[in-house]
C-alpha cells in the first residue's frame, strides 16, 4: 500500500512525483503550471503575486530564528524571487493543545518584529486549536501578496545559455544550524534566515535578470534541478568557489551530507547573462545580505535538465535532485 | 502557567482574547483591526480579497463532505462575505507520515471538484509532511483572494437599528453532521457544506446588504455576538422563526447542546434594511441553497453588543458568545 513518508514533504523527487501525479493531475491550470513559487495573477490593470508557505521547523527556536521570523521571511522570499514587492501576509496557526501562551508569545513578537523590518502587513488570519499529541505545539502557515512594479518577471524557465550563476553568500546555513540544535552538536552554526526583498530589488532595478530562487528545502541542489529542468538546460557548478563555510564542510564531511542539499533561508540564487555578473555581484556585495557573494557557475546548452559539478582538477559529477530530506521539518 | 486549551481555537471567547490579548497587541494595523473574515486590500486602481482559513476537520470524511470540499468552500465563504468573487485559492497541505495515497487522493478530488463547480482556482500550493503521531492525517491551509466589483462593501460593523436579520436555511447541519458521524449516533445528519458566492452576488446584485457573515465555528451564537459587538447594537432572535430540523433540536436536547452555537458550512446570516427583507427572502427562495430562508430577527439601538433570543410566550434569554467549543476541531 503507498503511504505518504517524510521524502514526500522534502521538496525532492517524491515531491515532485506527488505534484505532478496527484495535485497537477486534478487541480491544473495556466497558473499552477507555471511551476514557479508563487502565481502571478492579473487583476484587472495590475499584476499582483501570491504565495503560500506552511512552516513546521523543528526546533522552534534555533541559533538565528524562529518559526515565526521564518514564516514571515519565508514568504516575503517566496514574494520576492517572483519579482513582487511583498506588501501583504496571512498567518494561519495549528497550535497543539498545551503550548505553553509564553512560548507563543515569543513567536508572535518575532513574527512581528520580522513584519516592522521588512513592512510588511499580517492582513487576515485563523487560528486551529488540535489534541494533544496531535501536533507539534504550533505549525504556521503564511500566505502572501506582492505587487509586481517591474517589468522584468523573473522565472525558472528563462535561464539561457551563457548566462552566468549567482549566489549571494555562504550556503548550508539554516541546515547546519537545525541539525547542530537538533543533535546538539557543538561549534557556531547560525541560520542564514532573513528577507530577501531589499536585495531583490536592488537588482531587478538595475541588472537583467533571467531568474531567481531560493534555495530552501533540499539546498541549491534541489533549486538549480527545478531550473535546469524548467528551461531545459545543463548547469555547470564550479567547486572551489562555492561559498561554503568550513565548519560545516567538515560537519558535512563527518555525517556525509551534501552541503549543496543543506536549505538556505536567507540566499537568493540569481541567472543573468555573462555581461551583467559583475554588476550584479558589485550590488550584492555593497548590502548586507550579499558580503560573501559569488559567480558560481554557469548556464549550458547540455546536457538537458542536469547540474554538474565541476572541479579544478578536471573532477566530475552529477548533482542530483534530493531524493528526500535528510532533515526532515527543516522549515 | 497559562497553557494553549481547545477552547482557544473554537471561535469563542478565549479566541477573541488569545486574538486582543496577543495577536492584535503585536500585530495591529488597519487592516486587521476591521475585525472582518478577510482584508480588503487597496492595490493601486483594484479592490481585492484576501482570506485565510486551516481545516482541521476530524473526520476527515463526513456525511455531506470532507475536509478538501470545506477548504475550498470554507475559504470562498470568507471572501463572499465580504462581499467579493472568489477567484484564487492557496492550498497549504500539513500531512502526517504515514497517510494513504489513496486518501489523499480522494481528498484531492474533492477539492478540483469543488473548485470547478465554484470556478475558482488554486494558483499556488506548498506541502509538509510531519513525523507520526505529530499530527493528524491531513492539514489543509486554504487562502483565498477575491475581487470586488459591487461599490457595497457589507461589514460586520454596519449593522444598524431597524435591520432585518436573515438566514438561508437550517441552522447546526454541519455541527449535528460531525458529532453524529465522530459519536456514531444514528439519524440523517448531513453537512451544509457549500458554497456561499452565487447567492450572495445575487444579494449584493440586488438588495441594500449591510452585513453578511457566515456563521461556522460557534454557529450563530458567536456570529452575532461578534456583529454586535462590532456595530455596537442590540440583536434580538425569534425563537420560533429559527430554521432548526427537528432531528436536531432533539439531538442537542439530548446532549444539552445549543443549536444556535452549532456550527454551519453553507449558512450566510444577512442584515439589512426592514424594507428590503422581503425582496431578499424572495431572492434567497429561487436559489438552491436559500430554499429555507428565513427572518429571524432584528437589530436594536440596546442592549449595546448583546444578543438575545424571546419567544412568543414572553421569554427571553441572552444569547452568549460559547466559551469554547463543544467540538473541537470542527472545520
Chains 1, 2 share one sequence.
Not at 60 to 65: K, L, Q, R
Not at 178 to 196: K, M, T, Y
Not at 248 to 256: A, D, E, K, N, P
Not at 275 to 303: C, S, T, Y
Amino acid at each position: 500500500m503507498d503511504i505518504i513518508t517524510l521524502a514526500h514533504g522534502a521538496g525532492g523527487r517524491l515531491t515532485q512525483k506527488l505534484i505532478d501525479n496527484l495535485f497537477k493531475k486534478y487541480l491544473n491550470n495556466e497558473y499552477l503550471a507555471q511551476g514557479d513559487d508563487g502565481a502571478v495573477l492579473t487583476i484587472p490593470k495590475d499584476k499582483i503575486v501570491f504565495s503560500t508557505d506552511s512552516f513546521v521547523v523543528s526546533p522552534h527556536f534555533f541559533p538565528g530564528g524562529d518559526i515565526g521570523k521564518l514564516a514571515v521571511y519565508g514568504t516575503i522570499n517566496d514574494l520576492a524571487v517572483m519579482g513582487a514587492k511583498p506588501l501583504y501576509l496571512s498567518l494561519g496557526f495549528i497550535l497543539e493543545e498545551g503550548l505553553e501562551i509564553q512560548e507563543l508569545e515569543l513567536i508572535v513578537q518575532s513574527i512581528a518584529r520580522a513584519c516592522q523590518e521588512t513592512g510588511v502587513k499580517i492582513v487576515t488570519g485563523d487560528t486551529k486549536v488540535v489534541e494533544r499529541g496531535k501536533g507539534d505545539k504550533i505549525y504556521i502557515n503564511t500566505s502572501g501578496i506582492g505587487v509586481i512594479n517591474s517589468s522584468l518577471l523573473p522565472s525558472g524557465r528563462k535561464a539561457s545559455p551563457g548566462d552566468k550563476i549567482l549566489v549571494n553568500g555562504f550556503l548550508g546555513d539554516h541546515g547546519a544550524a537545525i541539525l547542530a540544535s537538533r543533535e546538539n552538536i557543538q561549534g557556531e552554526f547560525v541560520s542564514d534566515c532573513a528577507p530577501l526583498s531589499e536585495l531583490i530589488e536592488l537588482l531587478l532595478k538595475n541588472v537583467p535578470v533571467h531568474t531567481l530562487r531560493d534555495p530552501s528545502r533540499g539546498g541549491i541542489a534541489a533549486t538549480l534541478n527545478e531550473i535546469a529542468k524548467q528551461s531545459n538546460v545543463g548547469i555547470e557548478l564550479w567547486e572551489e568557489v562555492i561559498p561554503v563555510r568550513r565548519e560545516i564542510r567538515t560537519l558535512c564531511g563527518y555525517l556525509g551530507l551534501d552541503p549543496l542539499a543543506l536549505a538556505n533561508e536567507g540566499k537568493v540564487i540569481v541567472i543573468l547573462p555573462e555581461e551583467a555578473a559583475n554588476d550584479a555581484i558589485k550590488l550584492m556585495k555593497n548590502h548586507p545580505l550579499g558580503k560573501n557573494a559569488a559567480i558560481i557557475g554557469e548556464v549550458r546548452e547540455v546536457p538537458e535538465g542536469t547540474v554538474y559539478l565541476k572541479n579544478n582538477f578536471g573532477g566530475e559529477r552529477v548533482v542530483n535532485m534530493p531524493l528526500g530530506e535528510n532533515l526532515p521539518r527543516i522549515c
